[in-house]
């Protein structure tokens, strides 16, 4: 601990002090405990309210971008930038993953998150359209329940997508293939094919 400056230097009791860790782990180990037959018991509750706030947030994200370009709010419209990680966190856990995709309209958020924001007209940064297309891509659509696949149908994703796929000055070839291999699989699973 010698060689640690003082400013770095923590006590095991101001670490754990620290509210930010003590929430990340209570949440961490709120959502579920393990059974005696190692099954994860999940407790919906907290799977619905974790799914529901991430939308909330999703929304509020938003119409801040939207309230700064317009003129209504001071700053720089970087609050959906700051939302990915979360937003990639929450859709990584299973759970609530599946409440996001069934029960909320999680995929109309994402829409509006994809949509170039008012008085621009330019699609959002390569940070959004590069992570939030690689998340729609990692969901296996083929294995959806048809009430996820009607969601799909009700947010217009396709219409967002479908654009991000045939514009060559704002999305980057990467984003653009992940958009075309959507595209093609939406068709597939909408077609029964």
């Known amino acids: 601990m010698s060689g640690i400056p003082k400013k770095v230097q923590r006590t095991s ?48 994200a938003r119409s801040m971008d939207e309230g700064i370009v317009k003129g209504e709010l001071t700053g720089i419209p970087t609050h959906c930038i700051k939302i990915l990680r979360e937003i990639q966190e929450s859709f990584n856990y299973g759970p609530v993953r599946e ?9 109309a958020r994402i829409r509006n998150l994809l949509e170039p924001l008012p008085l621009k007209n330019n699609l959002p940064s390569y940070a ?22 009607q969601r799909l149908e009700q947010s217009r994703l396709g219409g967002i997508i479908s654009f991000m796929a045939d514009n060559h000055k704002q999305v980057s070839k990467d984003v653009k293939e992940i958009c075309e291999g959507l595209i093609k699989t939406w068709t597939g699973v909408l077609t029964g094919k």
Not at 17 to 39: H, L, P
Not at 99 to 107: G, P
Not at 131 to 143: E, F, G, M, P, S
């Open 128 to 149: 959004i359209q590069r992570d939030l297309v690689t998340l729609l891509n990692n969901i296996d659509w083929k294995r959806k329940e048809e009430e996820v696949i």
């Open 13 to 60: 009791n101001n670490f754990l002090e620290d509210n930010t860790i003590n929430n990340y782990n209570s949440t961490r180990q709120s959502v579920g405990r393990r059974s005696k037959s190692g099954r994860l018991d999940v407790d919906e509750g907290i799977v619905r309210a974790k799914a529901e706030n991430l939308v909330e947030k999703m929304i509020e």
């Open 99 to 107: 409440f996001l995709l069934q029960s909320t309209n999680f995929l």
